[in-house]
């Protein structure tokens, strides 16, 4: 069990699918060892092979992942309210939990006009970079947030926040208002507003956002909503 969580382990945001002999050097494994247990993962629907010889993590692992109590009751809560949302606004929704230094996407509905967006179901995204993200590191422990700048932050889109003091008034603006107001950070051509879902004891759980192409000129008129759909969420949660 130990060398085949060891081979998962070598998977990351910047290391999405990788070959074999990547994988092997990784996780410090012989190649026949690691061979052997990339055909058992395989088997398995822990990882799946994506050509040309690479592999990615499988959907099985995420299945089995979501059943996990907090994050099967979370989205268990949030997907009516996320339906309504999606069908009220027609464009794309997403529920985003924290993931160590990550958002990790638990869901997402893709709306009447479905945008090339770069979340998926079970992907993790880095925290900066996305409404959703930037309102769970709002919130965040300060350990968050000092490991998310001492990594650096790094351009996804053109939008990008990349400058420390720039990003910290950003999260002062979100703790302010409630919401998060994002254009061209994670995708170029997209914006979103997102807002964060309180469970019981007061602390942010998630963050959910909709997602609109970037020529929108007035994303607050979105805001009303987004943050009656998470005050929704999160009573759900009490």
Same mark, same amino acid.
Not at 109 to 128: F, N, T, W
């Given at each position: @069990?130990?060398?085949?969580?060891?081979?998962? %382990?070598?998977?990351?945001?910047?290391?999405?699918?990788?070959?074999?002999?990547?994988?092997?050097?990784?996780?410090?494994?012989?190649?026949?060892?690691?061979?052997?247990?990339?055909?058992?993962?395989?088997?398995?629907?822990?990882?799946?092979?994506?050509?040309?010889? &690479?592999?990615? =993590?499988? @959907? &099985?692992?995420?299945?089995?992942?979501?059943?996990?109590?907090?994050?099967?009751?979370?989205?268990?809560?949030?997907?009516?309210?996320?339906?309504?949302?999606?069908?009220?606004?027609?464009?794309?929704?997403h529920?985003?939990?924290?993931?160590?230094?990550?958002?990790?996407?638990?869901?997402?509905?893709?709306?009447?006009? #479905?945008?090339?967006?770069?979340?998926?179901?079970?992907?993790?995204?880095?925290?900066?970079?996305?409404?959703?993200?930037?309102?769970?590191?709002?919130?965040?422990?300060?350990e968050?947030?000092?490991?998310?700048?001492?990594?650096?932050?790094?351009?996804?889109?053109?939008?990008?926040?990349?400058?420390?003091?720039?990003l910290?008034?950003a999260?002062?603006?979100?703790? &302010?208002?409630?919401?998060?107001?994002?254009?061209?950070?994670?995708?170029? %051509?997209a914006?979103? /507003?997102?807002? #964060?879902?309180?469970?019981?004891?007061?602390?942010?759980?998630?963050?959910?956002?909709? /997602? =609109?192409?970037?020529?929108?000129?007035?994303?607050?008129?979105?805001?009303?909503?987004?943050?009656?759909a998470?005050?929704?969420?999160?009573?759900?949660?009490?």
């Open positions: @069990m130990g060398r085949g969580l060891a081979v998962l %382990g070598t998977f990351a945001p910047d290391r999405p699918e990788q070959t074999l002999a990547a994988i092997a050097q990784a996780s410090g494994l012989p190649s026949a060892t690691a061979y052997r247990l990339v055909a058992e993962l395989v088997g398995w629907g822990a990882l799946e092979k994506v050509g040309r010889g &690479r592999y990615r =993590v499988g @959907m &099985r692992l995420w299945e089995v992942g979501s059943l996990a109590p907090v994050a099967r009751g979370l989205r268990d809560a949030a997907l009516p309210v996320l339906q309504e949302l999606c069908a009220v606004t027609g464009h794309p929704v529920l985003v939990v924290l993931d160590g230094e990550h958002a990790l996407f638990l869901e997402r509905l893709a709306g009447h006009a #479905p945008l090339a967006l770069r979340s998926q179901v079970g992907k993790r995204l880095p925290l900066h970079a996305s409404g959703p993200g930037k309102v769970l590191l709002a919130h965040a422990p300060a968050v947030l000092d490991a998310v700048l001492a990594t650096g932050l790094p351009r996804v889109a053109s939008g990008t926040i990349t400058d420390p003091a720039r910290a008034a999260l002062a603006e979100i703790r &302010r208002t409630g919401s998060c107001l994002s254009r061209e950070e994670m995708t170029d %051509g914006a979103s /507003v997102a807002a #964060p879902v309180v469970g019981p004891s007061g602390e942010v759980l998630a963050g959910i956002s909709v /997602v =609109v192409p970037s020529d929108t000129e007035n994303l607050t008129l979105l805001v009303p909503a987004v943050r009656m998470a005050g929704a969420i999160s009573r759900a949660l009490h």
